[in-house]
């Protein structure tokens, strides 16, 4: 598998299985939710490729004769095009990032300078929020509710939000965003919605994360202020709609008008997790968890850690994996050994110059008795490849090897 598809595969599998999960479980907990969707969207994160768990790899190897003889260079690799335009991909989003960053300071520079110290409505927020270390800045002409700062958090409120009490709800949310680290939460899945704007599964996934953030919020106010109170003041200020809009992607807000409705209905909601739910939520977990483990968990020696393609478990796939793992431990004796040498002079396995050891680049064909490898020095770019047979007999013997260096692209023999 290429390292591409090792990367999108089980981050593929992770996530669609969160999104199951989040359907299937309307009601569950926000908590609950919030946790589903972030861990769907990690699966993108986490660096499936150099993630291995190979089994213990079994002993088989003994005595092998070994005849030299030139060798046909294979024909190299293609590119992988794909990788390429992965990587394209990756490249048009974080530009779409600098972009959201950018007209981020810019709000927040124009909303600094049209703004004054509003400090004076602390003593609105409940004991429990009074502390909470951010400034308050009352923005005027402006109808907006907002969180932004990771050092130095500050809240925005717009002197047209409406009245008093319209004021005291918006302040209390944003108390709660900053108290949860939201900035920072919506600052990372924006990035990582950036970084895969081409991908549904991460689209989707974190237009939930941030709908279960402003929930959490949501349930966090309701027991402050009281449901009755809240929900109707919420209700009435997204139905004003104000300048909401302008508010940059990368701050958290009171009011987004493509999450009110959603959000709504997820405070009318009670939130549980039934005995079935459970039983959802262990089934998803363990098939994600199987999954993802079907792409990381190899067969004994299927790629150790100097391989950089998996070996096949076939009687010449195991001798290549003893002698060349032999040689990277240092273990000499045992490379003369497996090729039946008593002295090292013996041994015409032409690789004692690779110090370093090497790496085993590719398989260029493989059957159950004979294998074509190509490796290269970890240090350089020397790179040479070779022919292991072994005869159908137990235990493993070495019939024929071959090894010859690869001629740089361009020069004949």
């Not at 996530?15 to 969207?41: Q, V, Y």
């Not at 079994?58 to 005595?63: F, I, K, N, R, T």
């Not at 349930?219 to 709609?241: K, N, P, Q, S």
């Not at 004796?333 to 690789?351: F, H, N």
């Amino acid at each position: 598998m290429s390292g591409l598809l090792e990367m999108l595969v089980p981050a593929a599998l992770v996530s669609t299985a969160a999104i199951a999960c989040l359907a299937l479980l309307p009601d569950a907990p926000p908590r609950t939710r919030f946790s589903l969707a972030i861990a769907g969207l990690a699966a993108w994160l986490a660096p499936w490729p150099w993630i291995h768990l190979p089994l213990p790899i079994p002993d088989g190897v003994v005595v092998f004769n070994l005849t030299s003889g030139p060798h046909s260079l294979a024909a190299p690799s293609a590119p992988e095009y794909p990788v390429y335009a992965m990587a394209l991909l990756v490249l048009i989003g974080l530009v779409q990032l600098v972009r959201d960053y950018r007209a981020f300071r810019a709000t927040l520079r124009d909303w600094r300078a049209r703004s004054r110290s509003g400090e004076m409505l602390r003593a609105w927020l409940p004991d429990d929020l009074r502390t909470t270390r951010a400034e308050i800045r009352i923005v005027s002409g402006a109808r907006v509710a907002a969180a932004s700062g990771w050092f130095r958090p500050t809240i925005w409120l717009g002197d047209e939000l409406g009245t008093d009490a319209d004021l005291r709800v918006a302040l209390v949310h944003e108390c709660w965003h900053l108290r949860r680290r939201d900035p920072v939460w919506v600052a990372l899945i924006t990035a990582l919605r950036r970084a895969y704007w081409w991908n549904p599964l991460v689209t989707h996934l974190a237009d939930q994360a941030v709908l279960v953030t402003e929930s959490l919020c949501d349930r966090r106010c309701i027991a402050t202020l009281g449901r009755r109170d809240y929900v109707g003041r919420l209700a009435a200020m997204m139905l004003e709609a104000g300048d909401s809009a302008s508010t940059p992607s990368l701050a958290p807000a009171a009011r987004r008008p493509s999450l009110n409705v959603r959000r709504l209905k997820l405070l009318d909601a009670t939130p549980r997790l039934r005995p079935r739910d459970y039983a959802v939520l262990a089934f998803f977990c363990v098939a994600a968890t199987a999954a993802a483990a079907a792409q990381v968990v190899e067969a004994p020696g299927a790629r150790p850690d100097w391989s950089r393609v998996s070996i096949p478990a076939t009687p010449a796939g195991r001798a290549l994996a003893a002698l060349l793992g032999a040689f990277n431990d240092g273990d000499f004796e045992s490379v003369g050994a497996y090729l039946g040498a008593y002295t090292p002079q013996e041994v015409r396995l032409d690789l004692y110059d690779w110090t370093s050891g090497l790496e085993l680049v590719d398989i260029v064909e493989s059957e159950p008795l004979s294998i074509e490898y190509l490796v290269k020095a970890k240090d350089g770019g020397a790179r040479k490849v070779g022919r292991l047979e072994v005869a159908a007999s137990e235990p493993i013997r070495v019939m024929d090897s071959e090894l010859s260096a690869v001629m740089p692209s361009g020069e004949e023999e």
